[in-house]
């Protein structure tokens, strides 16, 4: 009987850490989707805009939205959400000094943003998205499969 308790708690148990690495892979997922989405329109106003057109309160919006939520997917990067469905590159966890480094220049570089939308001025804007977008693209060329 205690023998069969144990396997069966051992059994439970996994499946919640699986359970776990899914939870994580979906919520890191649906935030890089959303800015994915995010990214999308803050570019389009920045390519159908100038400094004379650029409607700098819808931009300051979009960039504060991003602001919100750009320390929130890190913690969903454990040890345990490795693999399954999950995009991220083993370097994540093979090079986390590195990792933690792009997270560190992305957050930066949101916090740039923001700073910049909330000023209204489409040049220093315009920069801020190029500096932002950059480091989005290298730290998923880094790592993300």
Same mark, same amino acid.
């Given at each position: 009987?205690?023998?069969?308790?144990?396997?069966?708690?051992?059994?439970?148990?996994?499946?919640?850490?699986?359970? @776990?690495?899914?939870?994580?892979?979906?919520?890191?997922?649906?935030?890089?989707?959303?800015?994915?989405?995010?990214?999308?329109?803050?570019?389009?106003?920045?390519?159908?805009?100038?400094?004379?057109?650029?409607?700098?309160?819808?931009? @300051?919006?979009?960039? @504060?939205?991003?602001?919100?939520?750009?320390?929130?997917?890190?913690?969903?990067?454990?040890?345990?959400?490795?693999?399954?469905?999950?995009?991220? @590159?083993?370097?994540?966890?093979?090079?986390?000094?590195?990792?933690?480094?792009?997270?560190?220049?992305?957050?930066?570089?949101?916090?740039?943003?923001?700073?910049?939308?909330?000023?209204?001025?489409?040049?220093?804007?315009?920069?801020?998205?190029?500096?932002?977008?950059?480091?989005?693209?290298?730290?998923?060329?880094?790592?993300?499969?």
């Amino acid at each position: 009987m205690k023998k069969r308790f144990w396997i069966l708690a051992s059994l439970a148990l996994a499946a919640g850490w699986v359970h @776990a690495d899914a939870g994580d892979v979906k919520a890191r997922q649906q935030y890089m989707k959303e800015w994915r989405g995010l990214n999308k329109q803050m570019g389009n106003i920045i390519k159908s805009s100038n400094a004379q057109s650029f409607p700098a309160d819808d931009f @300051a919006a979009l960039a @504060a939205q991003l602001s919100s939520t750009a320390n929130e997917p890190w913690q969903h990067f454990g040890a345990d959400s490795r693999g399954s469905d999950s995009e991220a @590159a083993d370097a994540v966890w093979n090079k986390p000094q590195a990792f933690q480094a792009a997270i560190r220049q992305f957050n930066q570089s949101v916090a740039d943003l923001d700073r910049a939308a909330k000023s209204g001025r489409y040049d220093a804007v315009k920069t801020a998205y190029s500096q932002m977008a950059q480091n989005c693209k290298t730290c998923h060329q880094a790592f993300k499969d």
